[in-house]
């Protein structure tokens, strides 16, 4: 995250910076602020998140991130998923041999099928989650409106928006059963900002963002916190790969 040079949406009214809590250790959930939370629930909810799960989702081969936050000594587990197993094994070997639990999953997210065992494999080996990172993402092209196809759309948005809001929304009832929870969605400067070109990774960023603040609403009654995080520009295997094509730098820049 330092690296990245996050743009931070905050859709919180406290008053704890959500950066500094996201990458700092912290054991609290009331560290992290809450979406649309009433007060009176978040001081309730003073309670450690003891042997939890969890999920987290690299957006391409070569660019897999997650966090180990200790709680009072007990080991927290990670799942991360991807469509490359090899890249999450070798994040969970890093994981386990500095002696946490983790567990590699392959798992698509434009696939809803895929996303429902790897909620059912996560519960298998840890026995709840606590944390859903929506990493994930694609865009694998870019252009002007005119010249794109309706299968490339609806491919951006299986992975982009639909998968996202699948395994948050299959999720948030697990998560309620036990207490509550935390979902972070990745959008992107694009989706608050768009540019020439760019069209269709920009309207599936910018409806994982309204998405957010949705899922904010509905389940802060039960317990679970959503927020979410637009990145700028930084160097990653997404970033670069399509910095290939002609007019993808421009608009990055700007």
Not at 24 to 44: C, F, S
Not at 143 to 149: A, D, N, Q, V, Y
Request: proline content about 7%; aromatic content about 6%; charged content about 25%.
């Amino acid at each position: 995250l330092a690296r990245a040079g996050l743009f931070l949406r905050r859709q919180s009214g406290l008053d704890r910076p959500l950066l500094s809590r996201l990458v700092e250790p912290a054991a609290v959930p009331g560290d992290v602020p809450t979406v649309a939370r009433p007060v009176d629930r978040l001081r309730q909810q003073e309670r450690r998140l003891d042997a939890g799960c969890e999920i987290h989702q690299p957006p391409m081969e070569g660019d897999v991130t997650a966090q180990q936050r200790p709680d009072d000594g007990e080991r927290r587990g990670v799942a991360v998923a991807s469509r490359r197993l090899e890249s999450c094994q070798a994040l969970v070997d890093d994981i386990e041999s500095r002696g946490r639990k983790g567990l590699a999953v392959a798992a698509h997210t434009g696939k809803t099928e895929d996303l429902d065992r790897l909620i059912d494999e996560a519960y298998e080996h840890f026995g709840r989650v606590d944390i859903l990172i929506n990493n994930a993402g694609m865009n694998p092209t870019v252009g002007p409106l005119s010249e794109l196809s309706p299968d490339l759309f609806q491919k951006l948005f299986d992975v982009n928006t639909k998968g996202p809001w699948y395994l948050a929304s299959r999720l948030a009832p697990k998560m309620a059963a036990h207490g509550g929870g935390s979902i972070i969605n990745i959008i992107s400067v694009g989706g608050l900002k768009p540019s020439a070109l760019q069209g269709f990774y920009a309207s599936t960023k910018a409806a994982l963002h309204a998405m957010t603040k949705v899922m904010a609403a509905e389940w802060a009654p039960l317990g679970i916190r959503v927020n979410d995080l637009a990145p700028g520009s930084y160097h990653s295997d997404l970033f670069d790969s399509a910095a290939t094509m002609p007019g993808f730098l421009d608009g990055a820049i700007e």
